[in-house]
């Protein structure tokens, strides 16, 4: 009987193999609009002649052509190529209303169809086309980081469809945008059943393999039939015995492990595994074409897969109404370290390690080449444009040509960073590629962010009346916590803690604190970031200032991630015991001059930090004088932090 069942589903691949790709795989994804464009991203099967429509509630026509002038289009797999497209509307969008819009496609025997009619989940009720809402004026924000398909949680990105959908029940204004602040794809932390997904995506789509230099196969091509391909990488990963110096820094042993992920055993490698991971977490297409029934499994691994098994299939059956909130609010993001690699630059030793190795390279420098094209782009395409017009040459019919020397130029590139021109502005921080590198150890924690590029923030802030800053690590964290990375720092170990917060560094520490000294400060800040796998809420004034500026900083995380409850609930208590507000112990800290008051979650009658699944939800008045703050628990449970007066 089980012989009968393992030949049904090999049945059911062979016949999804043979039936014909969606002519979109993932998407449409909203990315950046202001008054005059707006920017759509989508992973499509074939260049099929695609045409978007943009209308108002009075009909009125803002756009209406063929979107192959206005597009980026780069070629990925031999069925998959990748559209950013920027639309130039005919006139400004208004203040607090809402837009329609359409994609359609003919194919080759002139057949025409239009979103709906491609995919009959992508609206809401009533509606017949996805729409969205825009408001340069912003009052609510969803924002999370962390979203891990196997993770043991429900799926917070979950809360941002239901939200959405609220508002069109009720005819309420929706949020205004969603901001996603690192670690959007888990690119050294995959599932088994996940990756068994992502090579039968790479097979289907056809999507480009490639040499790997220092590697144990030749080509990417050769990993799916591998004896180590799942559960088993740490034996495929580099290993450099060049750098045993700089590794013993972090590592006792002979052999040094250049990356440094504890949940490794599936991390991916080539640039056709990173495409297909986007293709599956972003939307259902893709999984249709899949069988999860484990094949080249070995029997020692055989119930983590069945244990993993259960979450990925869960997390499957909310990608349709992931898809549908992604194509009705404004996207935008940034990387944290998972998008690439954990620890991903955290030393100056790890930089060492990693860049001088080529294999190690070759896979950090995928990941940044798949969050380019599905991630950065999307944020804002003029910006980006000196980087496509260098890029998009090594983009061939048949692959990327010279791939090393690609990966090169986005090694080098700084400008990820990005600024809205909303009210208040709104600023986004790269905290990783522009790192003050400890120039005392090699173990040593680098700085978030480096003079140069603390210094170009300093300008973005002058004059400001507020502004809503986006920083992936939280800029005051836990004290505790940083406490007890610190220690682990003075021995060396850095590494073993995610010694990843802006006070680790003390040139970088100082200069942002200074930053909200400085005069020209904006009075009111709120800061959003994510990171740590739960949630709290700060309102911090300087002390010893007669006109201190007001900081709001909100953690949210993780979408779907979650910290140990039992050691966040002594975690917790401990540092509400040791680091008061008027404890000494702050007098000892980089903090002295500074008030910290937690917000209590609603649902907790005494602790501050709040372990969950979800999605944030932040609510500003003009000049962010009024915020409240609130997690969109993937269970449908709403918690508010509630301010102490």
């Known amino acids: 009987m089980a012989i009968l069942f393992i030949d049904l589903q090999k049945t059911q691949q062979f016949q999804n193999s043979q039936q014909a790709l969606p002519p979109i ?24 002649e695609f045409n978007a429509k943009v209308w108002t509630k009075q009909s009125e026509i803002l756009f209406d052509q063929n979107i192959k002038q206005f597009s980026n289009i780069v070629k990925v797999g031999e069925s998959a190529f990748i559209y950013v497209t920027t639309l130039t509307l005919s006139q400004a969008l208004s ?13 080759n025997q002139g057949t025409c169809k239009n979103l709906q009619e491609l995919m009959p989940d992508i609206v809401y009720g009533n509606q017949k086309n996805p729409s969205f809402y825009f408001n340069k004026r912003i009052k609510n924000i969803l924002h999370g980081s962390c979203r891990k398909p196997h993770h043991a949680s429900k799926d917070g990105m979950l809360s941002v469809d239901q939200a959405i959908e609220q508002s069109f029940e009720n005819d309420t204004s929706p949020p205004d945008l969603l901001i996603l602040s690192g670690d959007q794809a888990y690119i050294d932390d995959v599932a088994g059943p996940t990756l068994f997904a992502i090579n039968q995506v790479i097979e289907r789509l056809g999507l480009f393999q490639e040499d790997l230099p220092g590697a144990t196969v030749n080509n ?10 799942y559960y088993q990488r740490p034996a495929l990963l580099p290993d450099n015995e060049t750098t045993e110096t700089v590794m013993s820094y972090f590592f006792k042993g002979k052999k040094k492990p250049i990356f440094t992920s504890v949940n490794a055993n599936n991390h991916l490698i080539s640039f056709a595994e990173v495409i297909a991971m986007y293709a599956l977490i972003w939307s259902p297409e893709m999984w249709r074409y899949t069988t999860l029934t484990p094949e080249n499994i070995a029997p020692q691994f055989a119930a983590t897969y069945a244990e993993e098994l259960k979450w990925v299939e869960d997390f499957k059956q909310g990608l349709s109404k992931v898809r ?49 094209l599905c991630q950065g782009w999307g944020n804002d395409v003029c910006k980006l444009s000196p980087l496509a017009e260098q890029l998009l040459p090594f983009f061939s019919d048949t692959g990327i040509t010279e791939h090393d020397k690609v990966i090169d130029i986005l090694l080098h590139w700084d400008q990820w960073h990005y600024t809205l021109d909303t009210q208040p502005k709104i600023v986004v921080l790269d905290t990783r590629t522009q790192r ?36 992936p690590a939280p800029i005051f964290g836990v004290k505790l916590i940083e406490t007890i990375q610190r220690i682990f720092t003075f021995f060396g170990r850095a590494l073993v803690v995610d010694a990843e917060n802006w006070m680790a560094h003390k040139g970088t520490a100082s200069v942002i604190l200074n930053i909200f000294r400085h005069y020209k400060t904006p009075p009111n800040f709120v800061i959003l970031s994510g990171d740590v796998h739960y949630s709290f809420v700060y309102d911090v004034t300087l002390k010893f200032r007669r006109n201190s500026p007001h900081i709001t900083q909100i953690t949210s995380s993780g979408i779907k991630n979650e910290f140990p409850a039992k050691l966040l609930n002594w975690f917790d208590r401990l540092n509400r015991i040791l680091f008061g507000t008027k404890s000494p112990l702050n007098w000892f800290t980089q903090r002295r001059n500074m008030t910290i008051r937690h917000r209590r979650p609603s649902n907790q009658q005494i602790s501050t930090l709040l372990n969950g699944s979800g999605i944030g939800q932040v609510k500003v008045n003009h000049d962010c004088t009024e915020v409240d703050a609130t997690v969109l628990l993937s269970n449908g449970e709403e918690v508010e932090f509630i301010k102490r007066d």
């Open 25 to 48: 795989i993932a998407g449409p994804i909203l990315r950046a609009i202001d008054e005059t464009s707006m920017t759509i991203w989508m992973l499509v099967s074939h260049k099929h």
């Open 220 to 229: 990417s091509k050769q990993l799916p039939t591998d004896e180590h391909c």
């Open 436 to 471: 003050w590198r400890s120039e005392s150890s090699l173990s040593k924690p680098s700085g978030l962010m480096d003079w140069e590029a603390l210094c170009d923030l300093q300008q973005e802030l002058i004059n400001q009346p507020a502004v809503i800053m986006v920083s």
């Open 324 to 372: 549908r909130a992604m194509a009705h609010i404004p996207v935008y993001m940034i990387f944290d370290d998972h998008d690439v690699t954990d620890d991903w630059n955290l030393t100056r030793g790890w930089e060492d390690a990693v860049y001088n190795n080529a294999f190690a390279k070759r896979i950090v420098g995928n990941a940044l080449i798949g969050y380019w």
């Open 95 to 107: 203040e607090g209303s809402r837009y329609s819009y359409d994609i359609t496609f003919t194919d």
